[in-house]
């Protein structure tokens, strides 16, 4: 891993942070996981087609935020723990 990725995954994993502590939206972190994923696309680190698509899926729902945040938590914990896993503390 390059210096650059591990600036990408520091990103998202504080990020992933900030939603939890509801000091950002599903909406930002769904932005940023998107720009990630474009600045990570030949490599294969991490890959977040998925969370990208789901946290989609709940930015477009009608759901109230509180509830979008929970489910962006319950979608994004598993990347939290491979960021976790590759990061150095």
Request: charged share 30%.
């Amino acid at each position: 891993m390059n210096q650059v990725e591990k600036q990408i995954l520091e990103s998202i994993f504080d990020a992933l942070d900030r939603l939890f502590d509801r000091e950002c939206k599903v909406i930002d972190v769904s932005a940023l996981l998107y720009a990630s994923e474009k600045a990570l696309i030949d490599s294969a680190i991490v890959p977040l087609d998925s969370y990208v698509a789901k946290l989609e899926k709940i930015v477009r729902s009608d759901e109230p935020e509180d509830i979008q945040r929970d489910h962006a938590l319950d979608i994004t914990n598993n990347l939290r723990v491979a960021l976790n896993e590759l990061l150095p503390i």
